[in-house]
């Protein structure tokens, strides 16, 4: 089945900086890739649809101009948390959908503002 | 989209079977049902998928009634590795569709 493939794992940034998070398909072609945000003891929840070659779809309430994505190849999408904050601090985990697998979801990347 | 309501949370012993149901009323005909199981600071890992009746793999068994209005999923003799979250998704797989997870179901294994 399909498999992604999330880096980094966790990180740890000063307050003011950004952060790239990288989520590869490494065996499927993916034209759309998931991104979500989840808090402590909270559920999954999808921040945006990132789509090759074109702009990200983003849900209600999700800063675009914070929450960066960009889809440049079929096989690489990225999130970068601009500026960060505290409060910023999550799980960020993305997947990809495939007919015959479903949702396949990265490892998740545990981001830390301090 | 198909919203899906699960117990918030599950106590069960070693050994035993472990029923988890989750009900999806407004499931559309296209729709799949897929159970993942989520431990801390990991994605979500797909455990079984069905659409209707029973469906069976090496880890756990789904079983859907004829109006497929609920599911459950059904794990075999747990262990204390099966303590994680487990999230029922409903949606139409052949086109793929928007990830609207509930809350989900903490089942806590205890020896």
């Known amino acids: 089945g399909a498999v992604v493939s999330q880096h980094p794992s966790w990180v740890i940034c000063k307050s003011g900086t950004s952060v790239k998070i990288e989520c590869r398909s490494l065996?499927?072609?993916?034209?759309?890739m998931f991104w979500y945000r989840q808090f402590p003891k909270q559920s999954l929840m999808l921040m945006a649809t990132?789509?090759?070659?074109?702009?990200?779809?983003?849900e209600q309430g999700v800063e675009k101009d914070k929450f960066l994505i960009n889809h440049a190849s079929l096989t690489l999408s990225t999130l970068t948390v601009t500026s960060a904050h505290p409060e910023d601090s999550s799980f960020y985990i993305c997947?990809?959908?495939?007919?015959?697998?479903?949702?396949?979801f990265g490892s998740g990347t545990r981001l830390t503002v301090v | 989209l198909a919203k899906t309501t699960q117990p918030i949370s599950m106590d069960s012993y070693e050994g035993q079977e472990v029923n988890i149901t989750c009900s999806h009323n407004?499931?559309?005909?296209?729709?799949?049902i897929t159970w993942y199981q989520q431990f801390p600071s990991q994605g979500p890992r797909f455990i079984i998928q069905?659409?209707?009746t029973k469906v069976t793999n090496e880890v756990a068994s789904l079983f859907i009634p004829a109006d497929r209005k609920s599911s459950t999923l059904s794990l075999p003799r747990v262990s204390l590795s099966d303590t994680a979250v487990y999230y029922c998704?409903?949606?139409?797989?052949?086109?793929?569709?928007?990830?609207?997870f509930g809350a989900g179901t903490r089942l806590f294994v205890k020896a």
């Open positions: 998704l409903v949606g139409d797989y052949t086109g793929g569709f928007k990830t609207i």
């Open positions: 069905g659409y209707k």
């Open positions: 065996d499927f072609q993916a034209t759309t």
């Open positions: 997947s990809l959908f495939s007919a015959g697998d479903g949702y396949t």
């Open positions: 407004n499931i559309a005909t296209n729709d799949y």
């Open positions: 990132s789509n090759e070659g074109s702009k990200a779809t983003y």
